[in-house]
């Protein structure tokens, strides 16, 4: 293999697993020291920069970050990466002084639809550079779906509008309860640039025999969520059928537990494991009573005298064909049916832009989504920009966090006459740790504990208001423990070839055998002569170029503590522990266009 | 040192043993040697060949005199019996515990210092004695522990920290160790575990006496230019004769290496020993050969090392004295100690 170059920004981007996981790429375990020194603000700014929205994102992201958590592979748990999020946010002080001000304007006019995630991240963009930001939504308050669909027992209200408010207060101008209804008649207000942010707001619907005649009593998820979030809804059957897999429907049934149902089901197509919701969502509705039945395939609403009495379903199981797809056949059992009182369809969103008309100017493809560059985020109207789900469809909040940067940046260039293809690289600041012969600047002592474990309201409490937030977040005890248990992968081991006398006290010490020196050669013969198996082929190889003797030095960078044994038992120094702190490029950072090689 | 302990995780896929263990279960202590230690490479090879062999760490009793190299029976075998005895009287306090138990394995880990001048006659008793044990020395040609001076097995004119030339002859350990019995004796490198694990094992496999030299650079003060045990000096002037494989289990042996070069040597336990042969005339069976081998190579600056010597046919101390093979710790009171009516008749025998 060819030496590892490691000046590209990517490598050691790369082994920060938790920071290249998010799409917006938050320097996670720089935030997670900072909590453990007790700097929650600090902590928070950085969250902040990144990801807009920590408090609300501290409680309800879909946490693409954990999954990746080299954690993971070392141990069972990766670390509670969002929870330590909501940390920062619970435990700061009052950070206005440190948010960017209101500027004078540059006289450039930015029209953003929609005020949700991916609006309000391209407000906060723009704003501080001048630009005057308005953001248009049906609503008569900022926050779009974070607001409307998440319920209020996951998301307080109080953390909504204290980070909207934040990006609100930097000049934005708010037009709530203004729905835009044409595409049109916006371009005609000859804004400078167009940013549509409004999401996938159309539940899918479920058209199955029952289904109008039944009507009064099946409710789409999302838009009943979104009735009772604002209090035209406050009660349901006793007898629930939650239809849908996927985290709406989990805020659904356990909404459903608040407003008066007692037999909540969840009745899903899919295996238990398939389904679209995380873990930790299906874990808290089975924690409420909430049974899940997993490959049933509703057929017909059954109902009597035009009022919903129950669902039937076909039963089915899962096969899997030589390409092993799995597809869900009938297993030949009889129907079921379930009796009920009222049904939540929970089957999908979609997007729908009936308000954009032809001849705006933007195309769309043959799935009716408009077609969109997936880097600068511009639509056929070089003016007009998407981002979030109404650029591909439902995703989640991170998500919209980062197509709001990137498609800020993209207004920034355009509007500052610069190439939008042209992307800046990340801002990368490296320095060593080392403090002493054997002193490191950051905690290198491995926590062995276990995934510390977040309170959770009393049950019975918790169920009787629908305005009670069940998770109560880390004290500052548990976040210390939680905050520890965090290997530090941003402190990179870097190698200096010129260094090494080949002595191999890096390689008897490393706890993880991660660090062989042999021949060199393609990789997977090299995967295949390390010290320990390697397991993860995605997780790259550190190859050194020749030493003396003719070997490389490759280290398996899969599980590294990053405890810095290596570098404290390397008798020269060709070892050391430096830290990478990666940052994205977001509109108005200078634009690094080179990146700087290693120290 | 180290301030932290090694962090308790270990590679998801680390092979286990026969026993259950990983390599990881032979570790003992972090070490609180200087970094870069070629003793620290050692110590990585003892738990690397005790992990190969499915060793139980608890039928181990490791022994040690006084100096850096004596330290390091702490950092491998956490879970084994340990003796750190008095400055060049390993070979003594070894070869009492395997007089009164000859079950264990036993271990005895020396320097240069405790072994060639302090210890010297020690161990020269214990190798003429046929005692069963593997006998390593971790030879830095210095005395770290005082700052770097000479010690005797530092080469005639080879330069020190400071540069002055040491004007003293060397001993050669292996040399002496052959003269005196030893019935397997090797050298190696700590910057070659590919050379020294095999050897390691194979030695604790062995019966008798087995002595292993094996050559350890002194980072703090023995790894200049001028020095003839520093890295790049050895890696320069090593010439193996032979690399060996260990085979633990007793089934016939797929050579799959070109004929004639490699040897299969059987030890007493029914255990194998592959030799690939380096240097094509050279027999390990040859004790004289051996010897002489040596003396021209050492002439010339060469540092030799391989498998040097082995009987797979040796006998030990308690064959030669003919004890119980009971260990005594195990013996019932009246057949450790019979009463005045059998001493009688000892004495009455002798009279």
Sequence with gaps: MKPTDIAAPDYFHKVVDCQWACPAHTPVPEYIRLIAQGRYSDAYMINWKSNVFPGILGRTCDRPCEPACRRGRVEENPVAICRLKRVAADFKDDIRQRLPKPVPTNGKRVALVGGGPASLTVARDLAPLGYHCTVFDADPEAGGMMRTQIPKFRLPNSVIDEETGYILALGVDFKGGHRIDSMRSLLAEKYDAIFVGSGAPRGRELDIPGRKEAASNIHIGIEWLASVSFGHVDKIGKRVIVLGGGNTAMDCCRTARRLGGEDVKVIVRSGFEEMKASPWEKEDAIHEDIPILNFLVPVAFVHENGKLTGVTFQKVKAEYDAKGRRNLVPSGEPDQTFACDDVLVAVGQENAFPWIEQDCGIEFDKWHMPKVDPKTFASTNPKVFFGGDAAFGPKNIIWAVAHGHDAALSIHKMLSGEDIGERPLPEVQISSQKMGIHEWSYDNDISIDKRFKVPHRDKVVALKDIRAEVELGYDVKLALGEAHRCLNCDVQTVFSTSLCIECDACADICPMDCITFTGNGEESDLRQRLKAPSLHPDQDLYVSSDLKTGRVMVKDEDVCLHCGLCAERCPTGAWDMQKYFIEMTHAGSTCPTKSRSAA | ?351
Excluded at chain 2, 65 to 86: A, E, Q, R
Excluded at chain 2, 178 to 184: C, I, S, V, Y
Aim: a negative charge.
């Design chain 2, 1 to 351: 040192m180290t301030y932290i302990a090694k962090p308790k995780f270990h590679h998801p896929g680390l092979k286990k043993n026969e026993l259950g263990y990983t390599h990881r279960d032979y570790e003992g202590k972090i070490s609180t040697l200087c970094a870069g230690c070629g003793h620290d490479s050692i110590t990585a090879s003892i738990i690397e060949a005790c992990y190969e062999l499915s060793i139980e760490p608890h039928r181990v009793a490791k022994i040690s005199g006084i100096g850096c190299s004596s330290k390091t029976p702490d950092y491998f075998l956490g879970n084994s019996h340990g003796f750190n005895s008095v400055h060049g009287r390993m070979p003594s306090v070894l070869t009492g515990a395997n007089l009164a138990n000859r079950d264990l394995i036993y271990l005895g880990v020396s320097g240069d210092g405790d072994s060639a001048s302090i210890g010297f006659g020690q161990f020269a008793h214990s190798i003429r004695r046929g005692v069963n044990m593997t006998y390593i020395v971790e030879n830095n040609g210095v005395y770290g522990l005082t700052k770097g001076q000479f010690s005797a097995t530092a080469d005639r004119g080879s330069k020190s920290k400071k540069g002055v030339t040491n004007t003293d002859n060397a001993i050669d350990l292996v040399a002496i160790a052959l003269q005196l019995g030893a019935t397997f004796v090797a050298r190696s490198f700590s910057g070659d575990k590919a050379q020294l694990v095999p050897l390691i094992a194979a030695a604790i496999r062995h019966k008798g006496a087995s002595f292993i030299d094996v050559i350890s650079p002194c980072i703090a003060f023995n790894n200049h230019a001028g020095s003839t045990k520093s890295f790049d000096y050895v890696r320069e002037h090593n010439d193996a004769v032979n690399r060996l494989d260990v085979l633990v289990s007793r089934d016939p042996i797929a050579v799959d290496y070109a004929p004639g070069t490699v040897q299969v040597v059987e030890q007493h336990d029914g255990s194998k020993v592959a030799l690939r042969k380096i240097d094509a005339d050279y027999d390990p069976h040859d004790r004289l050969g051996a010897q002489t081998f040596l003396a021209r190579h050492a002439a010339k600056g060469q540092i030799v090392t391989g498998l040097l010597y082995v009987d797979p046919d040796a006998e030990d101390l308690h064959e030669h004295l003919n004890t119980v093979e009971t260990p005594l710790n195990t013996l019932e009171a009246d057949t450790l100690c019979p009463g005045s009516a059998v001493l009688d008749k000892i004495n009455a025998s002798l009279r």
